[in-house]
């Protein structure tokens, strides 16, 4: 008796990413078409002939739906399109929202909010639909990296870049999004945090500022307001003799106007650079292999982790 083949139930990483793209290009193809049949075929034909919209348009529904050169792969889950691709997606997307955010501004602007109103109903919505969907096709098509972290299998992402680590060859792949941009030994790189990127959990203080001393305040009132200074000052011979062995400074409190000044910045994101630091390649010694933002709780965790892992190989 023959048996049956199973048809395999685990889709591929990537498949979905493909069919929403294809999907949204088949109702903006759909909803073009039932506009035209509206009207005079021919009219919108010639139309769309002398309009350089209508042929952006038409460019970006035929990638949109044939996506050529996009495959579903196991090894890129968040990358099936090709790099050209994906920035073409994303650059004709842009359009398209720019172009209908303004289109219906200007009819929001000429008409009127009630006008508006029953032109969405009378268009089912569409008015709000099709922004909408030239925005996902750029937020689907947004830079990211190839994978997403599994400390386990020693591959790592922070930001749009993807770090995988061989435990057995100590072979290190970089890669850009969907783009390879090289192959090192683990050996020959590290992590170097930036100011503001906290090593291994622990922030890096920052010296605060204190105010003047009484003496000079008390001389001189109105010169030495809001004058500060550094906590790693640098001490004299005498005051340096007359001090005790063994005796510990007290600790100093901050000034409230640099503290006000701190508080009343925007914290910078804190970056990382992954260097490459090879001696036996000339000219390569102390090469930045990628420099990146960590934005979130998550490129954090695999900032961590990779410099651990590069300094257990």
Not at 26 to 53: D, T
Not at 202 to 228: K, N, S
Request: contains cysteine.
């Amino acid at each position: 008796m023959a048996r049956t083949r199973p048809t395999p139930t685990a889709t591929v990483p990537g498949a979905g990413t493909l069919f929403a793209l294809r999907a949204i290009g088949l109702v903006i193809l759909a909803r073009w078409l039932h506009s035209m049949a509206q009207m005079n075929f021919l009219a919108a034909l010639e139309g769309m002939a002398s309009s350089p919209a209508a042929s952006l348009n038409l460019v970006f529904l035929f990638l949109l739906i044939v996506l050529p050169g996009a495959k579903a792969r196991v090894e890129r889950p968040f990358h099936p399109l090709p790099q050209w691709l994906r920035q073409a997606l994303r650059f004709f997307g842009v359009l398209g929202f720019l172009f209908a955010i303004g289109s219906i501004g200007m009819f929001v602007w000429t008409a009127g909010w009630r006008r508006t109103f029953h032109a969405v109903a009378d268009t089912n919505g569409w008015l709000v639909a099709a922004p909408a969907l030239y925005a996902a096709v750029v937020w689907i098509c947004r830079p990211r990296a190839l994978w997403r972290s599994n400390f386990a299998g020693r591959r790592f992402a922070i930001g749009r870049f993807a770090v995988s680590i061989d435990s057995a060859t100590r072979t290190t792949v970089v890669w850009q999004e969907s783009r390879k941009v090289g192959q090192y030994d683990a050996r020959e790189l590290s992590v170097r945090w930036l100011s503001g990127a906290p090593q291994g959990g622990v922030v890096m203080a920052v010296p605060a500022r204190l105010p003047a001393p009484e003496r000079a305040q008390a001389d001189e009132p109105a010169a030495t307001a809001g004058v500060a200074e550094p906590v790693a000052s640098a001490e004299t011979p005498e005051a340096a003799a007359t001090r005790e062995p063994g005796a510990h400074d007290a600790p100093r409190q901050a000034s409230p106007s640099s503290s006000s000044k701190s508080a009343g910045k925007p914290a910078r994101r804190p970056k990382i650079e992954l260097l490459w630091d090879s001696p036996a390649a000339a000219g390569h010694n102390r090469q930045t292999v990628f420099r990146v933002s960590l934005a979130s709780e998550a490129d954090r965790a695999a900032s961590r982790a990779l410099d651990s892992a590069l300094k257990q190989a």
